[in-house]
């Protein structure tokens, strides 16, 4: 009898705590934010690249991982492949593996093709719930072109009639 005392016991608190984390489930909200960050150029570049890092993370500031991120530029082309020696063979179009974010809440993504002195803009994107948040950022690789300097004569300076 005592036996199935204790049994009635362990099922009736099992039951009831499993209601009452039911009662007290709430949606959590989420925040993005990215970093545009680019790359220094060799004389011998033909365009620009930078790294977009991001963190997603939940309204109490814990990483929130395996999202996928949706992201898009005004210009330039993404990559997971980070843009120190490869060629443009070898850029993969899929960018599908580095837009989910990691154990830490973070992901990241190379930009290249970047055009000199046009500045850019990058949108990052996630849905979490019900809930759906955007980060922006803005990058621009200035490329100098030399000047060439144009020689100081002196002017010459011819009187207008009337003057002396």
């Known amino acids: 009898m005592k036996q199935m005392t204790a049994l009635v016991v362990f099922f009736f608190f099992s039951v009831v705590f499993a209601q009452e984390e039911e009662d007290f489930v709430a949606e959590t909200s989420c ?5 545009a960050t680019v790359f220094p150029m060799d004389s011998s570049d033909k365009s620009g690249k930078a790294t977009i890092d991001g963190l997603l993370t939940d309204n109490k500031g814990s990483p929130l991982a395996d ?37 830490d809440g973070t992901f990241k993504i190379y930009l290249v093709h970047i055009p000199f002195n046009k500045p850019g803009k990058v949108k990052a994107s996630c849905a979490y719930g019900t809930f759906k948040v955007s ?3 803005s990058y621009s690789v200035t490329k100098r072109t030399k000047s ?16 002396m």
């Not at 925040?31 to 970093?35: E, F, G, P, Y």
């Not at 210009?75 to 020696?85: D, L, R």
């Not at 060439?148 to 003057?163: A, C, L, M, Q, Y």
């Open 67 to 103: 999202q996928t991120i949706h992201i898009s530029s005004t210009n330039g082309q993404f990559t997971c492949m980070p843009p120190v020696s490869f060629s443009d063979a070898e850029i993969s179009s899929s960018t599908e593996g580095c837009l989910k974010t990691q154990e």
């Open 135 to 137: 980060a922006f950022g």
């Open 31 to 35: 925040s993005l934010s990215i970093k």
């Open 148 to 163: 060439t300097k144009k020689s100081k004569r002196p002017v010459k300076r011819i009187p207008i009639s009337g003057e």
